[in-house]
Every structure is written in structure tokens, then in C-alpha cells.
């Protein structure tokens, strides 16, 4: 099994910062992708951001220039650096672990979520 655990949510006004980090343990893994997705009031869950193990980095195009995805592959931990951040950030943000085990079987693993929400 995987466990996940998620730091770093909070309340700021706009234009504050947060880091978020989701730190992955277990056994017989290897980790393929590690990224945040983030879920508003009422709306869909969205990707906001997602590194790979080899570098590869993906943003969702509102938070380009404010955010930085970064990880930690022998800690298997991944941060999210929100800087800038505007009202509309608000929402429940769950980190996202992708892989495979040492059989070869897939695997995806969400956090429980954390809150952040930013005031105007």
C-alpha cells in the first residue's frame, strides 16, 4: 500500500503565498508522476500541476508564472510553491501519486485534501 501525507494548506489574503508538500511512502513502488490537482466549490476537480520522475512538468495555464512544481525523488515528496495567489485558488487541493508496484501492477493514489483558501 501507499500512504500519502499532505502540509501546507491555509488561509492567505491575495497576493500571499503557500507551499504545499505531499510526502509518498511503501513498499515494492516506483513512482512515475507526483502532482496536485485542486477542486473548487461547485466545480470540477482539475489538475494544477504535476512532475514526473524523470523532469517533465505540466501546469494548468491559470496558474503558470505563480506556481512551481518541484520534487524530491529520493524522499518521493513533491511541493507546490503558490505564489501570487488570487481568490479564485481557493479550493481543496489533493496530491496525486501515479506508478507501478514491483509486479508491474498501476497504481493511483489520492490524498485526503487539504484546504486553501485565499481572501480578497
Known amino acids: 500500500q501507499v500512504q500519502l501525507v499532505e502540509s501546507g494548506g491555509g488561509l ?3 497576493g500571499g503565498s503557500l507551499r504545499l508538500s505531499c510526502a509518498a511512502s511503501g513498499s515494492a513502488l516506483t513512482i512515475n508522476r507526483m ?3 485542486r477542486q473548487a466549490p461547485g466545480k470540477l476537480r482539475e489538475l494544477a500541476a504535476f512532475i514526473t ?6 501546469y494548468e495555464d491559470s496558474v ?3 506556481f512551481t512544481i518541484s520534487r524530491d525523488n529520493d524522499k518521493n ?4 510553491q503558490m505564489n501570487s495567489l488570487k481568490p479564485e485558488d481557493t479550493g481543496v487541493y489533493y496530491c496525486n501519486v501515479r506508478g507501478t508496484t514491483g509486479w508491474g501492477a498501476r497504481f493511483d493514489y ?3 485534501g487539504t484546504q486553501v483558501t485565499v481572501s480578497s
Open 35 to 37: 502532482g496536485w490537482y
Open 64 to 66: 503558470k508564472g505563480r
Open 12 to 14: 492567505v489574503q491575495a
Open 53 to 58: 520522475s524523470d523532469g517533465t512538468i505540466n
Open 77 to 80: 515528496t513533491v511541493v507546490l
Open 110 to 112: 489520492w490524498g485526503q
